[in-house]
């Protein structure tokens, strides 16, 4: 029997409002696309106030036991190191110690500080606001804190640097969990897209060139990013959005900054990079699965995109 997957918001007096409210936004759209699980809202406390006054009540108590594919989401909060001294909190941090285990814990901005006093962290790399950085390596130099960071993931732990980079966070969570497809869509219908860094973890192709707000070049994308396999000329996608090819050329480089045939090509060489990533398929197959005529045509496409061969890039990034 399939179990249901539970994520539990855990939330503490001055708990930051967009700490909390953005990753769940997030989550309520993923559910919305037909991903299954349940969302808890749970605290020592059953009212108090938020950053800002926002007052929260009937909250559900701490659970007593949790599923090993439950998530735990951990807001930060406002004059953290104060925030996390208080009788809540530390029934909190004593719920944390004494229940989590190896479950997926997802922390937000100074979460990594309520984290790190449970013992979440061990000697994992994370992320936090850029302000508690400094505090955080003195009081825990055994954790390993990066700076210039959206988000880090390092095993269990899912960590954010805190306010608009916990959606980024959650669409990452999205994405690898339940879908790219399911995480493109969350981001579009949120009209929000991915940043990263180069050290970022890889994020799908799908999501870039999507900041934008066009409907007719999203539904063209969306077509594209849908049909892989498919070899479109710009008439039949120009057909799509009731467009012109005049237009849509220009429609193109204006919110992307690239042309309609760039963008084939970028949507391509990203879906084959996954698979070339995550299955064993040979390159012919990859090739043909991406629209391409030949393997040799794929190969010479993916050398100029990536600066590698197929095989090198299969090599560097898979374990097959």
């Given at each position: ?9 855990v ?10 409210a ?39 108590p ?15 909060c406002n ?9 809540c909190?530390?029934k909190?941090i ?16 100074s ?35 990066l ?14 640097a ?13 994405t690898?969990r ?25 994020l ?23 049909n ?18 005049r ?25 084959a ?22 393997s040799?045509?794929?190969?010479r ?10 095989q090198?890039?299969r ?6």
């Amino acid at each position: 029997m399939r179990v249901r997957v539970t994520i539990y918001f855990v939330l503490l007096s001055d708990t930051l409002p967009l700490d909390f409210a953005g990753p769940l936004q997030v989550l309520i759209e993923a559910r919305r696309l037909g991903v299954s699980f349940e969302i808890k809202y749970v605290s020592a406390s059953e009212q108090f106030s938020l950053d800002g006054g926002l007052q929260l009540h009937n909250l559900d108590p701490l659970p007593n036991r949790l599923q090993p594919e439950d998530v735990i989401v951990l807001p930060g909060c406002n004059r953290a190191f104060a925030a996390y001294s208080t009788e809540c909190a530390l029934k909190t941090i004593c719920w944390l110690k004494r229940n989590v285990t190896n479950q997926t814990v997802l922390t937000i901005c100074s979460g990594a500080l309520l984290a790190a006093k449970a013992g979440l962290l061990g000697k994992k790399s994370y992320t936090t606001h850029y302000q508690l950085i400094e505090r955080m390596r003195t009081a825990f130099p055994e954790c390993r804190v990066l700076e210039n960071r959206i988000f880090v993931e390092d095993d269990n732990l899912i960590s954010s640097a805190g306010i608009s980079s916990g959606i980024d966070m959650a669409l990452y969570y999205v994405t690898t969990r339940f879908g790219e497809h399911i995480g493109a869509q969350v981001a579009q219908e949120m009209l929000v897209y991915f940043r990263r860094t180069g050290q970022d973890p890889q994020l799908s192709s799908w999501l870039q060139f999507r900041n934008h707000m066009h409907r007719g070049i999203h539904k063209i994308q969306d077509e594209i990013c849908n049909n892989v396999e498919k070899n479109y000329s710009l008439d039949q996608l120009a057909n799509i959005a009731c467009l012109s090819q005049r237009q849509l050329s220009r429609l193109f480089t204006l919110h992307l900054g690239i042309t309609p045939r760039e963008y084939l090509q970028h949507i391509k060489v990203g879906h084959a990079k996954q698979l070339l990533q995550c299955s064993n398929h040979s390159v012919e197959r990859i090739a043909q699965s991406c629209g391409y005529s030949s393997s040799r045509q794929f190969r010479r496409v993916f050398a100029k995109e990536v600066q590698i061969s197929p095989q090198q890039y299969r090599q560097q990034h898979s374990p097959y």
